[in-house]
């Protein structure tokens, strides 16, 4: 184990672990938390440093820890600070090693390896950002919120996507209402590989809202339902793709098993000069390669299929996050992250002289939820007290 990161102590009876560092923990939290605000790596900085917060290595220096480099303003957070934070599997209880290697055997340089390089030991130590937490920033950073040339921003800059070509809505202003277009609209207007998807921010806003409010109120009153209706809608739409799946893992194994037995013909007839050695490197080469083939669908198929039983953890997951509420009143950045993936934004149409739009609103762990309407979720409620009554009679 190397040294800490901030957030962490080395374990003086046992250093091959660390241990949780309160004071710096909180200030991690902070960070994680304000990100899911909305807030950006300079406007994070900005805050511990009004706040006097000190710097990982100031605060270091002030518990009498060794550090490389002692800091000349030991509240002045870097945006490269905060986002190295962010982005530290450490804080989920994860050990990272092998991120850095030399050119050469005679070179001291190190540079950085590749992710799918380095090697991750899960539970290593207590973590201090839960992973759904950490999961949602890492969503917020690769969503950056840039903004406009007049400087506005949005808290949905980076969640609305078109439904038709799928890219990104962009923000943009004019005669003082902010608004949201396709971008790939906007890059080949002339072109019309796409349409506009208008949409103002306000409204969209007021729509959102709303769409919250009323899937809080559902989950509130009609918690066991919806768990049922998620977990029965998801069986019912992948039941016969996983069984047809199941089936090929199956067929795929015992493929593997008529090779393993043509392999050992194809060695025994050439090894007793029934075939010569031209045939049969092309013979076994051939079945190798399929047999590799084969191997590879079994482990995709396998982790298709796998990943099924986790759509019950991910309607959990949700409820654990409308749990955090009891209403909702104003559409925050926190709430909108911790509530929603993306956003997609269809074209409006005309019909009968009224104009409409769709959006469809992906739900954090579970996509498009269908909401029952105000009149649908009275007439639930009916439905349960006269059930509930009969129970009880």
């Known amino acids: 184990m190397g040294a800490p990161p901030y957030g962490y102590l ?67 957070w870097e945006p490269a600070t905060i986002a190295s934070i962010l982005e530290n599997v450490a804080y989920i209880g994860m050990t990272e090693s092998f991120k850095s290697t030399r050119l050469g055997f005679k070179s001291r340089k190190r540079i950085p390896t590749a992710k799918d390089r380095r090697t991750y030991i899960e539970d290593a130590h207590t973590p201090i950002i839960d992973r759904d937490m950490w999961e949602k920033v890492q969503m917020i950073r690769a969503n950056k919120r840039r903004p406009t040339k007049s400087g506005t921003t949005s808290i949905f800059s980076g969640l609305l996507y078109c439904a038709d070509c799928g890219a990104k809505l962009s923000l943009a202003t004019a005669n003082g209402n902010t608004h949201f277009r396709c971008s790939m609209y906007k890059r080949t207007s002339r072109a019309k590989e796409c349409t506009q998807h208008y949409i103002r921010e306000d409204a969209l806003k007021q729509l959102v809202l709303k769409q919250l409010q009323q899937f809080l109120s559902y989950l509130q009153q009609f918690e066991r339902v919806f768990i049922r209706q998620q977990i029965d809608a998801t069986l019912v739409e992948r039941r016969y793709e996983l ?108 019909k009968d002289g009224k104009r409409t739009q769709q959006i469809d609103i992906y739900y954090s762990y579970v996509g498009i939820v269908d909401i029952p309407t105000d009149e649908e979720m009275r007439k639930m409620e009916r439905e349960y007290v006269q059930h509930t009554t009969r129970q009880t009679a």
């Open 10 to 76: 080395r374990n003086p009876d046992d250093k091959t672990h660390w241990l949780v560092d309160e004071e710096a923990a909180a200030v991690v939290r902070r960070i994680f938390s304000l990100c899911m605000q909305g807030k950006g790596m300079s406007a994070i900085a900005t805050a511990l440093w009004e706040d006097k917060v000190l710097t990982p290595s100031a605060y270091k220096v002030s518990k009498g820890i060794g550090v490389a480099k002692k800091s000349e303003h030991p509240y002045n």
């Open 243 to 350: 069984s047809a799946k199941q089936k090929q893992i199956e067929k795929d194994e015992k493929r593997i098993k008529e090779l393993d037995r043509l392999f050992r013909k194809i060695y025994e007839d050439n090894v007793n000069g029934k075939l010569n050695d031209e045939r049969f490197y092309k013979l076994s080469d051939g079945y190798e390669a399929e047999q590799e083939q084969l191997k590879q669908e079994i482990e995709t198929l396998t982790a298709e299929v796998s990943e099924a039983d986790t759509e019950a953890t991910n309607v959990a997951k949700l409820i654990a996050v409308t749990k955090k509420y009891t209403r909702i009143d104003e559409l925050t950045p926190e709430i909108l992250n911790a509530f929603v993936d993306k956003i997609v934004v269809h074209e409006r149409e005309k």
